[in-house]
């Protein structure tokens, strides 16, 4: 049997999905700037020597890695309000997944870039009276995120995408609105095809400027 593609019911609530990538854009945003700068915090924690900072950012790290997101944000909206005197929205819950997931990610990704750099740096950086705040601050992380660009890149895509999961929450993004439009028309073949193009639209060029960032590193180095 021959399927007929039929996409015009889906442009009919093209208003739906405007709100829909509206509410994309702001949990990416949010999770973007939450989870790398919350990482960068937990892998200087990481890098450290001293116990009271290394233990507690590796219990974060482990847990979050070892846990699916969508179990988090799950938890945080359904049993985060039972444990505490407060609601908290579809958006915070995701927000909190994602970002807190993302986080401990990344973090591994800093930890790792300034381990790169040769300790001759850190050397040199005594040498000229600079403390060690001093110098992670001035020499070490200015080096350490020109080789972490392109991995960091990677990380705020794989963010973008993990924003439909705020879908098992209700939140209205793409993916919700889509399932939206496919419970009302019964298309769910036309209505998911509309979200993955708009996805691809929105990343396949990101995706080409992490190339181009890598090759550039390549060749400056």
Known sequence: MTYKWNF??????????IAGAVGTFRIFLICLVLGLSLGLLVGLARYSRRKIFYFPASVFVEFFRNTPVLVQILW???????LLPFEISPLMAAALGISLNSAAFSSEIYRGGIQSIEPGQWESAYALGMSSAQAMR?????????????????????????????????????????????????????AYTVIALVFFAVLYPLVQLTYLLERKLRQSD
């Open 8 to 17: 015009a019911s889906v442009l009919e609530n093209s208003d739906a999905l």
């Open 76 to 82: 945080f909206y359904f049993a985060m309000p039972m």
């Open 138 to 190: 001035r020499i070490i992380l200015p080096q350490a995120l020109r080789r972490m660009l392109p991995a960091l890149t990677n990380r705020g895509i794989e963010i973008f995408k993990m924003s439909t999961l705020a879908s098992a929450v209700a939140y209205v993004e793409l993916l919700q609105q889509g399932k939206l439009i496919a419970s009302l028309n019964y298309n769910p073949i036309e």
